[in-house]
């Protein structure tokens, strides 16, 4: 299914400022049930996904409520929130255990029985059949519902979902497993209120918004170069936020006529991503190691990676994306001085000279990668990701990152490397690195300075 | 002020399952006020933090509320929350602006007026006079609250907190700002609660949690390995929960007398550990490569990878850990079959023979790895992540894993290999293929024969 692409993105995509969503057409309410939510095991992060999926539609969540796994009480939140809204999501409760009560507290509520949906029953049996295992007795009771509930395929587990108009609200109940929600919340909900919009008019007020993602400058280098299209009282409306090391645009274009929002919007884009530049990454949830392999696809080049602190970072990112066997050639992890040498042709001469994190040694680890590999293009990291490891020279977070491209007409292989010092503990050290990584290789194929990848260099 | 150093230090600590706390003395509903976090601009953590310390108390947190800036249902779910519990804890809508409208909806839910408290008005004054401000005007309205109620004073920011026993509750209202809710709950609700302790024995519980996490098997099997560990009415108190494929234990104990306490708890995990056996990973947020690193230390064994669908994401977990470097010698990413042929000396004719996802091809590598790089063992992973590229005979989820080692004495390398049918998408059999693979070095290491690692598996 294509759904399950999505399995795992969690997208908190359209800031919707809530004055005029106090006068939206539709009011929501989201139950999150588990033990787990309201002993603060676990923190609910489905509710906040789901508000910001319909705050984006222009419906207003007046409630999230969490509740433990007590029939009694998710009866009464159920008879509650399908009084006081018109949408209710509920989340959770729904697996093959004792403690798994939604569909009894749902079926109490409407003060009917549980049946077996056949269909169901057989999509359940058929998951475990596929797996060479006989269904366990317990999970029976996934496949039941209260009578009168229309049951949701899940895609990515075995609880179906459900879905019952009750009272004065239309009742969607996902599993709790964030991966089985979003999938379903596109399957089932998403189509609904879609529909909804097209019967109701004022349902299709329209609020476009759209994230473009940059690396390289700090969050003050590009609200400078945004310069007044980030005047708080345009329409559309710019923010930024930063997280991961990642600069994001958050632009809002809000207006009656959709042609006018959508073109205002797509007007308000091209000027900001003209004014940032090459830092751009892309748009939404395009990642680094995404825009990177498109434009190896398009420039018909391959890469290969020598890594040393990133440990094998650099290439899981690239495979990450599918469809990057076409252009990553493969990499080495040399994480021993021993494997540099032995596999690179890097002389140990060399690293006994100036050390295993230096400008020369990151060099011929590209060099030697591209040798190899017979790729075109090469990437090599050596660096102190700490926490051990440092000196007063060479601090933790000092990392050489080198490029290694072979002149196709040539075949002569040219180097080129730069320092970075780069902030916070191991895991962001390696995270960043990567990033600069793979931001100097698209600065390299575009033929962009690598200088003007400011994040984190320090002139050497 | 002490409380400062915890300011942004959020701790979790104690896994208190629920059954006995049913039955707690205490019953508690945390309250969020906020804009931002019905439309999911904010995922709420302050209501999982609030919860976890109760818990750790032994006081069960029955429901957490989201709630608009509505002052009206903000005033009504004071009304509900004061009746429902004995406890009831408030964070947000204490700021100076327009749309903070706790101190309103408090007031009106208990039927009085704002009064100024001259006390927090001063420290208001103070806090701006300190950085040299005069206090806006609007900073007043920080200083007001309903008659009746006490003040909390704040030590890193402006709004005061505020306390007032109302219907059956007793009722504290803090900043919604994590830092300044983290300082007011030392300061304010914990010495209320252990007042009431002394006072009441029955609060004078001692909780303990263990989790104990475990990696291939699925859950029911793991439910029918621990038996009647798993009943619900036992103390210590045992439960499971899923998470990216690993199945987690928890455990709770819970005695009037400390010593018991632990006592139990040692002897329940001493036991649930036994009968899981070699797939306990280790307990609380142990790692899979942390318990891995950990024994290859332990063994004074050396380690190389050579990935192909997982695309160094094995490399890169076990580099995750600090001090690693001690036993990773390296690892290849042989994502093109030229490099698996050039880099780790397989066979093109066994690549064509076989296909590169085929037992013959994983155990090849894993031969080459340890040809390679010198290390004593190896692992080598083959496989059709998706979400292209599968086939009706290697359908997308099918993962050869092959182990090699070295044998000391008298240096021969040994290879055995294990077919996986992972299910999910392409991010979801990565990862799970990388834990099949570390779980399958950590079985080899122990003596434990691969085929009691079932997860994913299937006969071949």
Redesign the interface.
């Known amino acids: 299914m294509k759904l ?2 999505h ?2 993105h969690i997208d ?1 995509p359209h ?4 004055a005029s ?2 006068n939206a057409a539709m009011h929501a309410i989201i139950l ?1 049930i588990g ?11 489905n ?9 984006s539609r222009g419906i ?11 029939q009694d ?1 998710i009866a009464q939140a159920f008879t509650w929130a399908s009084n006081e809204a018109d949408l209710v999501i509920v989340t959770g409760g729904l697996g ?1 255990t ?2 798994d009560l939604t569909r009894q507290a749902l079926a109490q509520a409407m003060g009917v029985e549980l049946v077996v949906d056949e269909e169901s029953l057989a999509a359940i049996t058929g998951y475990f059949a596929k ?2 295992r006989i269904m ?1 007795d ?1 999970n029976r009771i996934q496949a039941m519902q209260p009578r009168g509930c229309k049951a949701i395929p899940n895609s ?1 587990g075995t609880a179906p979902g459900m879905q019952v108009q009750f009272s004065r609200a239309m009742i969607f109940v996902t599993p709790g497993v964030p ?1 089985e929600l979003f999938a379903m919340f596109r399957l089932s909900v998403v189509p609904y209120l879609d529909e909804l919009a097209a019967a109701q008019p004022a349902l299709r007020r329209t609020i476009l918004t759209q994230k473009i993602n940059t690396f390289g400058l700090g969050e003050s280098d590009i609200a400078e170069k945004l310069g007044e299209l980030m005047d708080r009282k345009r329409n559309p409306l710019m923010g930024t936020t930063v997280s991961d090391g990642l600069v994001s645009v958050r632009i809002r274009s809000e207006f009656d006529d959709p042609q006018k929002a959508q073109a205002e919007l797509d007007y308000t884009i091209t000027q900001a991503e003209r004014l940032l530049g090459p830092v751009v990454i892309g748009r939404e949830s395009q990642t680094m190691q995404a825009a990177l392999v498109e434009l190896l696809l398009a420039k018909k080049a391959t890469l290969a ?1 020598a ?1 040393s ?8 990112s ?3 994306v ?4 076409a252009v ?9 001085n ?2 540099k040498a ?2 690179l042709n890097v002389p140990m001469s060399l690293i006994e000279k100036h050390g295993a994190v230096s400008k020369p040694v990151a060099r011929s680890m590209a060099q030697g990668a591209i040798e ?3 790729a075109t293009l090469s990437v090599a990291i050596t660096g102190i990701a ?3 490891g440092g000196t007063e020279a060479k601090p933790v977070g000092t990392i050489w990152i080198a490029i290694g491209s072979r002149d196709q007409a040539t075949g002569t292989i040219a180097t080129d490397a730069r320092l970075y010092y780069l902030p916070g503990d ?2 962001q050290i ?1 995270d960043r690195a990567a990033k600069c990584a793979m931001q100097m290789l698209r600065f390299h194929i575009m033929g962009i300075p690598l200088d003007e990848l400011r994040w984190g260099r320090k002139q050497k």
């Open positions: 399950l692409v399995c795992n908190a800031i919707t400022p809530i969503l106090y999150s033990d787990e939510l309201v002993l603060g095991q676990t923190v609910d992060t509710s906040a996904y789901l508000s910001a999926q319909l705050a207003m969540t007046r409630f999230h409520q969490t509740i433990a796994d007590d009480a093959p004792e403690d797996r060479n366990p317990r990515c991966s990676t890594e602190c990133t440990g094998g970072l650099v290439a899981k690239i495979t990450d599918a469809g990057s066997s990553f050639a493969g990499g080495w992890v040399t994480y021993a021993e494997m032995a596999q190899k590999s017979g700490g926490p051990g191991r895991e390696r």
